[in-house]
Nanobody, 124 residues
Framework: QVQLVESGGGLVQAGDSLRLSCAVS????????MAWFRQTPGKERDFVAA????????YYPDSGKGRFTISRDNWKTPVILQIENLKPEDTTVYYC?????????????????WGQGIQVTVAT
């Protein structure tokens, strides 16, 4: 089993930066990639960014990375999501996810392990 634990969320001011962290533990030998998604209640879970297990390759939506940067130093370190210039519309729950799939990492359906989610609230 793989366990994912997010941290770093909370209440921030518009214009601030925020660093979310996802700690990975358990049987990680079959994981190919990690990702961040976000979901507002009643809406679909949206892809934010993905990174290969080793951290060597990153993937963003077709619209571009925007204000989001995913990173990790190596396979032993947490997966980081850096968000710049936060806006009120970034207020939602952010989820870390892991997949054993070798491709399709922008697709929410390939992810089979999820963290509990962490709330980010951006105040004006």
């Amino acid at each position: 089993q793989v366990q994912l634990v997010e941290s770093g969320g909370g209440l921030v001011q518009a214009g601030d930066s925020l660093r979310l962290s996802c700690a990975v533990s358990g049987r990680t030998n079959s994981i190919y990639a990690m990702a961040w998604f976000r979901q507002t209640p009643g809406k679909e879970r949206d892809f934010v960014a993905a990174i290969s297990w080793s951290g060597g390759h990153t993937y963003y939506p077709d619209s571009g990375k925007g204000r989001f940067t995913i990173s990790r130093d190596n396979w032993k370190t947490p997966v980081i999501l850096q968000i710049e210039n936060l806006k009120p519309e970034d207020t939602t729950v952010y989820y870390c996810a892991a997949t054993k799939a070798v491709s399709g990492w922008r697709d929410v359906r390939v992810y089979d392990t999820w963290g509990q989610g962490i709330q980010v609230t951006v105040a004006t």
